[in-house]
């Protein structure tokens, strides 16, 4: 599936990482990530208070998900990422560049008072054009 970023002029540029548009061609089949948390495969919290290896956590069991669907992280078009705390949108900015390469998806980003169990500090949902 080809995908082609769209930034366009007129629009201030993306404060973080993330495409303002993504135009997903010869997508058949839509995958819709359900928001992923920093959960491992055995229902153990990873990273309890830090940011970065909730992320990293949450962002692997996108990738899963996405590859287990026939998917590739290159064909995520759309992602929106729940927070606890502002300041951990440049942590999981980060995250995200390494799993993001190229242009990445669009994304939404919104700061919340609290997800499904108090020690999460990050949720992430996905929508995938899958080839």
Do not use: C, W
Not at 18 to 38: C, F, K, M, N, W
Not at 113 to 128: H, N
Request: glycine residues 12%; proline residues 7%.
């Amino acid at each position: 599936m080809k995908r082609i970023a769209i930034q366009p002029r007129g629009v201030a540029k993306p404060g973080g990482h993330y495409s303002h548009g993504i135009i997903a061609e010869d997508a058949r089949r839509t995958l819709y990530v359900a928001g992923q948390v920093p959960l491992d495969e055995a229902g153990r919290l990873v990273g309890a208070g830090d940011i970065e290896a909730q992320a990293r956590q949450v962002m692997r069991n996108i990738q899963l998900v996405v590859e287990a669907a026939g998917g590739r992280m290159e064909d995520v078009a759309k992602t929106t990422v729940f927070a606890t705390r502002l300041d951990h949108r440049g942590p999981i900015g980060k995250v995200r560049q390494e799993f993001f390469k190229g242009d990445p998806p669009g994304n939404t980003f919104l700061v919340i008072s609290s997800l499904a169990d108090p020690g999460f500090l990050v949720e992430i949902e996905a929508i995938v054009p899958l080839p």
